[in-house]
């Protein structure tokens, strides 16, 4: 069965200090893979998404992911976190040909001062 | 350009008492989604629409209803509703398999 996990439940990081969310799928393909941010009280925001090609991709508010097949992994990363990317953040899974995507149970991200 | 609305922000029900969430799209998508987001558990899908005219169970369909009124428009339906339906309620859409997922700005329901 498709699943996606997120180890870190919460993750604490300094103002200016680099940031890395992990991510790690289990599918019988390569998937369609997702990186949505929440903020407090509102919906989910793309931050951004791998289909193929490079495996690098680059996103919104200077997010990149990089997705690594033999490791079934796309963890997130940030150079220098700001204090407005205190969020929750949510890694999902897109299985190919159908509607359904698989959503991971989420990192929330404090950001000290 | 509002992308996806829901109504209401916030309801409180008895145990029991039916009602319904609405949610809106004006971005021409063929499909929509509902979700529940609980904590721990991330977003699970309810049900989807892929195209106007067809509807589908996801991951925990029971006690939920849906239709799919027109292109626009998805709505989900608690009819009798429990406290184990708590929960906040996203409504999504998008163009099709494996196109990024809009959301709107959720639901917060309590059951009492």
């Known amino acids: 069965a498709q699943s996606v996990t997120q180890p870190d439940i919460h993750i604490t990081v300094s103002e200016g200090a680099s940031l890395e969310l992990r991510c790690n799928y289990s599918?019988?393909?390569?998937?369609?893979l997702f990186w949505y941010v929440q903020s407090p009280g509102q919906g989910l925001q793309l931050l951004l998404k791998y289909f193929s090609g490079d495996t690098l991709v680059q996103g919104i508010k200077g997010f990149e992911a990089e997705f690594k097949r033999s490791q079934s992994s796309f963890n997130l990363r940030k150079p220098s976190v700001h204090w407005s990317d205190a969020a929750e953040y949510f890694c999902?899974?897109?299985?190919?040909?159908?509607?359904?995507?698989?959503f991971g149970t989420g990192t929330r991200l404090k950001v000290l001062a | 350009n509002a992308g996806v609305t829901q109504t209401p922000k916030f309801q409180v029900l008895k145990t029991g008492q039916s009602m319904t969430l609405q949610c809106a799209q004006d971005?021409?998508?063929?499909?929509m989604y509902w979700y529940r987001q609980d904590p721990g558990m991330g977003l699970r899908l309810i049900y989807y629409?892929?195209?106007?005219?067809?509807?589908d169970k996801g991951e925990v369909p029971n006690g939920y209803n849906v239709s799919r009124l027109n292109k626009r428009e998805f709505s989900l339906r608690l009819e009798s509703a429990a406290p184990s339906q708590t929960s906040v309620y996203f409504c999504a859409s998008n163009q099709g398999t494996q196109e990024t997922q809009y959301f709107g700005p959720g639901t917060r329901l309590l059951v009492l």
């Open positions: 971005m021409n998508h063929n499909s």
């Open positions: 599918y019988g393909a390569t998937p369609y």
């Open positions: 629409s892929a195209s106007e005219g067809t509807t």
């Open positions: 999902a899974v897109g299985a190919i040909g159908t509607y359904k995507y698989i």
